[in-house]
């Protein structure tokens, strides 16, 4: 039974470029989050993907969007990158909305922005 | 992270028990949860506890909750070199959103 996959696990893009990260959930899971986690921070929300729509939103720019499919893997895309966008990003999955201790997270990926 | 806050660095030896602190401002959180992160690598989750508890033991991890002082806590027995990582506690927000510490980092001496 495979967790919460993430690809890619690293990547370096320079400051304007767009980037594209994926998720793939732990196996009977719905539910994709992203967290950004900023180095020496705690991971910060950014979104929640339930049936393909995105359900809650923290406090993150339009810059971050994302995308959910119907196999319920999920895309984090970053458009006009800053320098400050480098960090790991996280992604979480669960089932439904309301699977308070079933969130299993990813290795994550680390972006580096030049 | 959003309103939970945690001290950032504990050295402990080998065999000692550790003890790591947190505290949280949204009373109306229902689980609160403490991860694990090791160089390089994503989050595990440690364990959790539901607001409801005061105290939940699972093998050398025990939580204590102070729910008037929104104070949790985490203790390992016995600690053991490979419990060196970075400790974050969380709390549960609504949907699924979980609001994090910055972490404390610990570092166990042989």
């Known amino acids: 039974d495979a967790g919460v996959t993430q690809s890619p696990t690293h990547l370096i893009k320079t400051r304007g470029q767009q980037v594209t990260l994926r998720c793939s959930p732990k196996?009977?899971?719905?539910?994709v989050s992203w967290y950004q986690q900023a180095l020496g921070q705690g991971p910060q929300f950014i979104f929640q993907?339930?049936?393909?729509?995105?359900?809650q939103r923290g406090n993150f720019p339009d810059r971050f969007s994302g995308h959910q499919f119907p196999n319920y893997s999920s895309e984090l895309n970053v458009n006009a990158l800053l320098l400050g966008d480098s960090a790991l990003y996280l992604c979480a999955s669960s089932i439904g909305l309301a699977g308070q201790e079933t969130q299993y997270f990813g290795p994550g990926t680390r972006l580096l922005v030049l | 992270g959003e309103d939970v806050e945690q001290s950032l660095f504990l050295s402990v030896r080998e065999g000692d028990s550790s003890v790591i602190n947190c505290t949280y401002t949204d009373s109306s959180s229902t689980y609160l949860y403490w991860y694990k992160q090791e160089p390089g690598a994503g989050l595990q989750l440690l364990t959790y506890?539901?607001?409801?508890?005061d105290m939940k033991q699972d093998q050398r991890l025990t939580v204590l909750l102070n729910k008037k002082d929104k104070h949790l806590s985490l203790r390992i027995a016995d600690t053991q070199t490979g419990d060196s990582a970075i400790y974050f506690c969380a709390e549960y927000r609504l949907h699924n959103r979980l609001a994090f510490g910055k972490g404390n980092q610990v570092v166990v001496i042989p």
């Open positions: 993907y339930y049936e393909e729509e995105e359900r």
């Open positions: 196996s009977g899971h719905d539910t």
């Open positions: 506890i539901f607001s409801n508890m």
